[in-house]
């Protein structure tokens, strides 16, 4: 447990401000009130040079008594510009946080703070107006009490952030569960690379970790998309990656325009909320508990100028587009607006902002660090804001400011919770996908996201799933040169089990010695395919009675239990008699799984039995009658309890008829089925997120070198794309020692270096 105490900072009528600090209990720490007067302007015009003086009083002897009564108004203007544009040598960053300090808490006041604590963590809020905008866009993250900065001093840990008061906000606990969105905005040049890697990078490092999130994508977000998906997913997070930046005078976020004729749209705060907002029967409202801003300046009310002793009214912040800057009070960081909320129904109970460029280093590490922790069961506040990652990564913080521009906004009366049986459940789907995910080679799977999103939409929570079947071409005939249908169906099932489904997997390599050549046979397939989940799942393996197979004994004569409700469908028609027994064992098979982990808490919909079956043209005869006989606009299940079915076909010299029977049989369902078909991977010039993942996976990780154009970057990427069998994911392990020898050519180049997880998400982009 932290104690905390809370550093309040008030205006005054003098034009100044009053500080004091309070403990957890609200009583004021002695010695702590002072008043604060500002530092005299160069010019009356230069308002962005305005600061508190840390001086009078100075406790004579203090460190660094000196230097802190010479600083000016542009001194500090001129440190606090050159830190953001990450020009902090000279020890800027210990001298700024030495003057932050000093106005904050003091020797003796950090003395009594420490006694206090016990060695317990200590956590520090900032409280002030969030209109306060010379206090605002202070970092205070960097506070040093003349020995070490407070984020990294020896000992318990002290955690930083804004406090924000909330007008009606939810007092009670809100519960967290991990759940993510990630919210992939309006991007440019490579976003796929840019964005989406960093997202991969990110939950590649945590199942190295054995930790899982349930999460999901939506890339080119638009409005609509965000508010569809915060009410169908309720998540606990939603993580943007945009461009961030100020408009209309306030600070916004960049989404892809709605409008077809717009390439983009800025969301303000209010704008913001309203998009985040779900609403329960009751007609309660309410927002998801967190919100990371993996954007630009959303936890700051100003870019800093190139020369800070000129007066800005507007600056381009967003690229292509110019926004008018605020320069004056009133105007709140996009973090702080968030957690101030609505003013009628509170809003978000944190938000990580950054204040500065997201391409630095620690600002992703800080990200990581939260999931790492909030995965782990520790606290949120904690996970949130807690010791700062740069630390135990090679860096020299008192040249860097890096490790201090994620800031963190907390709501004055939020506590959060991590729900242990949800994260226990988590672990637990996370131990069963291992055992579902079998093809490591290669160990990076990347590319091939558009099937995600079909197959999210083909096992949507009824009524809003309308085509429950994706059927997956793969016309290539070689079958030495595979595209990687195999591969793609384990993942799918991976999703499904994240999304808290229950998926049967049949790939081509588990099929039985007998060939299904009929609708029994290939029902039949799908139950083993069941029955090897129930052991994947931990299921005892003989606690069912099989409908499926009750039915078969029964045509062979032997004694049986056939639910009535199968002997009635089978007496009208033999398929829909094993149709309507599968059925019942699927749900059956969903049912007890989900009894066992648990639903995901909090999410709305129900849980589905999904199957997914290899290479169906294998069942010949039988591969169109599969598709015309058995699949409906349930899947394998009913509208209202639906079976969603993903199969791949594959036209080759043995199967071309079979391949065509289920062509056809498509056809003639096109309003229930998703079509799409396997292509080999692209050229690095449309997807490069794929070859980059290949190279993340290795034993030593890779990385371009970041001072490469793009131009040869994309070159470089294409000469990996032919040393892999252009783009075969099957000729990837044949093809080893050919990629080997690219990459020790560019290695001897300077062109790639090693680096680990922590490089690589520095180098994904800039925004």
Not at 47 to 76: I, K, R
Not at 200 to 217: E, H
Not at 614 to 636: I, M, N, P, S, W
Not at 652 to 671: C, G, M, T
């Amino acid at each position: 447990m932290s104690v905390r105490f809370v550093i309040r900072l008030r205006a005054d009528d003098a034009g100044g401000w009053t500080r004091d600090v309070r403990d957890a209990a609200g009583v004021v720490v002695p010695g702590s009130t002072r008043a604060i007067g500002a530092l005299p302007l160069p010019h009356p015009d230069d308002t962005l040079l305005t600061f508190p003086a840390c001086h009078p009083p100075l406790a004579a002897g203090a460190v660094d008594e000196v230097d802190l009564h010479a600083l000016d108004a542009s001194t500090l203007g001129r440190w606090y510009a050159n830190m953001a544009s990450g020009q902090a040598s000279d020890g800027m960053p210990r001298r700024f946080g030495r003057y932050l300090f000093e106005l904050a808490l003091g020797e003796a006041v950090w003395a009594h703070v420490i006694a206090e604590a016990a060695n317990a963590a200590i956590e520090l809020r900032l409280d002030c107006p969030p209109d306060a905008w010379a206090l605002m866009r202070l970092p205070w993250e960097l506070l040093h009490d003349g020995q070490h900065f407070l984020a990294a001093r020896p000992g318990p840990l002290v955690l930083m952030s804004r406090q924000i008061t909330a007008p009606a906000a939810i007092t009670a606990p809100r519960v967290f569960t991990p759940r993510v969105l990630f919210v992939i905005g309006s991007l440019q040049d490579d976003t796929e690379i840019r964005a989406g890697a960093e997202y991969l990078g990110l939950l590649r490092r945590l199942q190295t970790l054995d930790l899982t999130i349930d999460s999901r994508v939506l890339r080119d977000c638009t409005a609509e998309m965000l508010q569809a998906a915060v009410a169908e997913f309720q998540p606990s997070v939603v993580h943007f990656i945009c461009h961030g930046g100020f408009a209309e005078g306030r600070g916004a976020l960049r989404l892809i325009a709605s409008d077809a004729g717009l390439p983009f749209q800025d969301y303000t705060a209010p704008q913001l909320l309203a998009l985040l907002a779900t609403t329960d029967a009751t007609g309660a409202v309410a927002y998801p508990p967190v919100l990371v801003l993996n954007a630009c300046y959303s936890a700051t009310p100003l870019p800093p100028a190139a020369d800070p002793l000129d007066t800005l009214s507007g600056l381009e912040v967003f690229g292509g587009g110019a926004g008018v800057l605020p320069t004056s009070a009133g105007t709140l960081p996009l973090g702080a607006e968030l957690v101030a909320g609505d003013g009628v129904h509170g809003g978000p109970a944190l938000v990580i902002g950054m204040g500065g460029k997201v391409a630095d280093l620690a600002c992703r590490l800080f990200t990581r660090q939260f999931y790492q922790s909030l995965l782990r069961g520790d606290p949120t506040w904690p996970a949130a804001a807690g010791r700062r990652g740069a630390f135990a990564h090679g860096f020299d913080p008192r040249d860097t400011v890096d490790w201090a521009t994620p800031v963190v906004f907390t709501e004055a009366s939020a506590s959060l919770q991590v729900d242990p049986l949800e994260l226990d459940a988590a672990r637990r789907r996370e131990s069963t996908v291992r055992q579902f995910r079998r093809q490591a080679d290669p160990p990076a799977f990347c590319g091939r996201l558009r099937f995600f999103d079909q197959w999210h939409a083909a096992t949507a929570p009824p009524p809003r799933g309308t085509r429950r079947l994706l059927g997956i071409a793969m016309s290539d005939a070689d079958r030495d040169r595979q595209v990687g249908g195999s591969r793609l169906l384990e993942e799918l099932a991976v999703a499904s089990i994240h999304a808290g489904h229950v998926p049967c997997l049949r790939l081509h390599n588990q099929a039985s010695p007998e060939r299904a050549t009929d609708i029994a046979g290939v029902v039949r397939e799908i139950l083993a395919a069941a029955m090897e989940t129930r052991l994947r799942f931990g299921l005892p393996a003989h606690t069912w009675v099989s409908q499926v197979l009750q039915l078969t004994r029964s045509l062979k004569g032997h004694a049986a239990q056939v639910d009535p409700a199968v002997d009635d469908a089978f007496a009208l028609d033999e398929a829909n008699g094993f149709r309507t027994a599968l059925q019942m064992d699927l749900w059956r098979l969903r049912d007890e799984v989900v009894a066992q982990l648990g639903a995901p808490r909090g999410r709305p919909g129900q849980q589905l039995a999904v199957v997914l079956l290899d290479e169906v043209q294998r069942y010949a005869g039988a591969a169109g009658r599969f598709v015309a006989e058995l699949l409906r606009a349930g899947g394998l299940g009913t509208e209202q309890d639906p079976i969603p079915v993903a199969f791949t076909y594959r036209k080759d010299l043995n199967y071309a008829e079979p391949y065509e029977q289920v062509r056809k049989a498509l056809d003639a369902i096109s309003n229930w089925a998703i079509r799409e078909e396997l292509h080999p991977l692209r050229e690095a010039v449309s997807d490069r997120s794929i070859y980059l993942h290949l190279l993340l996976h290795r034993a030593q990780p890779l990385v371009f070198s970041p001072t490469l154009a793009l131009l040869d970057v994309d070159r470089f990427y294409n000469s990996i794309h032919r040393a892999t069998a252009s783009g075969y994911p099957s000729q990837f392990r044949e093809k080893a020692e050919p990629l080997n020898n690219v990459l020790l050519t560019l290695q001897d180049a300077d062109v790639v270096v090693p680096a680990t997880d922590e490089d690589v998400l520095s180098g994904l982009g800039d925004q």
